[in-house]
């Protein structure tokens, strides 16, 4: 597996992953509001998306680091860093590329001067929270959020700069 960024041609190829990963696993509807949303993750300045091929061509997961100021609405300041939309295809799930691309974020995040990094997740999204939960990040629920009235967001936090155990806990918000 080589985890490295996108290159711009490939970037409606990483949305339809995104998209139909979602579809998948139930985490979006096939009229969803938010599927044009998730394909163009990236396409703007808006953050770096890092992929996992297979050393060719065929890309077997996604995922997003937005830096400061480029970040969403759970950062809360310029020394926290945001992972978005880990996507992995449905037929390379369980091999795991979601923990390596996640790792990948990380580190980047790290060395870009990031001091914690923080992620949005679904309640529904389980398999992705074992991955957070494995990785080091803690849940975050006074930063959890509402996008919509029918849409609660859950957070999850990891610090860079502690540390063994280097949690980042819900005070530090």
């Known amino acids: 597996m080589v985890i490295r960024e996108?290159?711009?041609e490939e970037l409606p190829a990483v949305g339809e992953l995104r998209?139909?990963?979602?579809?998948?696993?139930?985490?979006?509807?096939?009229d969803s509001s938010y599927a044009p949303r998730l394909r163009a993750l990236g396409a703007s300045?808006?953050?770096?998306?890092?992929?996992?091929t297979d050393g060719g061509d065929q890309i077997a997961g996604t995922i997003m680091l937005a830096i400061w100021p480029r970040t969403g609405q759970v950062v809360t300041g310029p020394d926290e860093a945001e992972i978005r939309a880990l996507a992995v295809a449905p037929g390379a799930?369980?091999?795991?590329?979601g923990r390596a691309l996640l790792d990948a974020a990380v580190a980047r995040a790290a060395s870009q001067g990031a001091r914690s990094v923080v992620l949005s997740t679904q309640p529904e999204m389980?398999?992705?929270?074992r991955i957070y939960e494995r990785a080091g990040f803690t849940r975050l629920p006074d930063r959890d959020w509402s996008p919509d009235p029918?849409?609660?967001l859950l957070v999850y936090g990891l610090r860079?700069?502690?540390g063994p155990g280097r949690k980042l806990a819900p005070a530090e918000s």
Request: net charge negative; hydrophobic share 40%; glycine share 16%.
């Open 45 to 52: 300045d808006d953050g770096t998306v890092l992929i996992a």
């Open 160 to 162: 860079l700069d502690a």
């Open 93 to 97: 799930q369980g091999q795991g590329i």
């Open 150 to 152: 029918e849409t609660t």
């Open 126 to 129: 389980r398999a992705a929270h």
């Open 6 to 8: 996108v290159g711009p």
């Open 19 to 30: 998209v139909r990963a979602y579809l998948a696993g139930g985490f979006l509807s096939p």
